[in-house]
């Protein structure tokens, strides 16, 4: 066997050996009930050090930082990041100090948005940036396994797939393909602001970021159980194109 693919199979990354020492004890505890040794849940509790120490700190820490790193961004005073040392650095695994839910739009890159280098932010991303059940496992994910203290739900101004939903609400209008799939998520957001003074486009911008918030807030129990030990932050906001200021509204 060559030596890569060998080290690829003996090698497992912090991570996931954590996330195999949850999921085997979540078992076990199914089995054994409250006669789990405690020992054995302060085990699944432990972690080695993280790759990126400055990343291990509380949500208010990351929002603050997030916000930080979005105003150097809006006034052209971006950080040099050494990508080389990082990608040595997370060799052996991550610790994202946010995660983020937004939009494919190509003009929308949370990385460079909030000035953050590799290793800092974990990204997913959908067309209309709403909650698929996919993307509420990675998020999951990042905030269990990884110890994301932050999620941001992204929306932006002059979004194709809000602007779809509101044709498929107001017009009646079908799309080709699997568009539809996204029109009927983003539905219920648009029918919400459909009688609301102000900028139907807008309007419903906002509100699908919230009801994203709010829906990832009632995931039970992983992100339930986060926020309620003050382990976990959850908030929204939307990007202006023009100035790539974000505005938080949830």
Known sequence: ????????????????????????????????????????????????????????????????????GNDR????????????????????????????????????????AFDTARGDLFAVRVAGNFVTGEGLGSLEYAVAVLGAPLILVLGH????????GIK??????????????LTQAL???????????????ENATAQNVKDSVQRLKGATPLLTDAIAKGKLKIVGGVYRLATGKVEMIA
Do not use: W
């Not at 100090?97 to 949370?110: E, G, H, K």
């Not at 101004?157 to 779809?164: D, L, N, R, V």
């Not at 609400?169 to 799309?175: A, G, I, L, M, N």
């Open 1 to 68: 066997m060559c030596k890569s693919c060998d080290s690829t199979s003996t090698a497992n990354p912090p991570d996931r050996r954590r996330f195999l020492r949850i999921a085997g004890l979540g078992a076990g505890a199914l089995l054994l009930g409250s006669s789990l040794p405690a020992r054995l849940l302060q085990a699944a509790e432990k972690t080695s050090t993280p790759p990126k120490p400055q990343n291990a700190i509380n949500p208010d820490q990351a929002l603050q930082r997030l916000i930080a």
């Open 73 to 112: 961004y809006v006034n052209g005073d971006s950080q040099t990041h050494d990508f080389k040392d990082e990608r040595e650095a997370l060799v052996s695994g991550q610790n994202p100090f946010v995660a983020v839910l937004s939009c494919s739009d190509s003009r929308i890159a949370p990385e460079y």
């Open 168 to 181: 498929a609400v107001k017009d009646k209008t079908v799309f080709p393909g699997q568009i539809p799939t």
């Open 187 to 201: 539905q219920p957001a648009v029918e919400k602001v459909l009688k609301q003074p102000g900028n139907l486009m």
């Open 157 to 164: 101004e002059s979004c194709g797939a809000i602007e779809a």
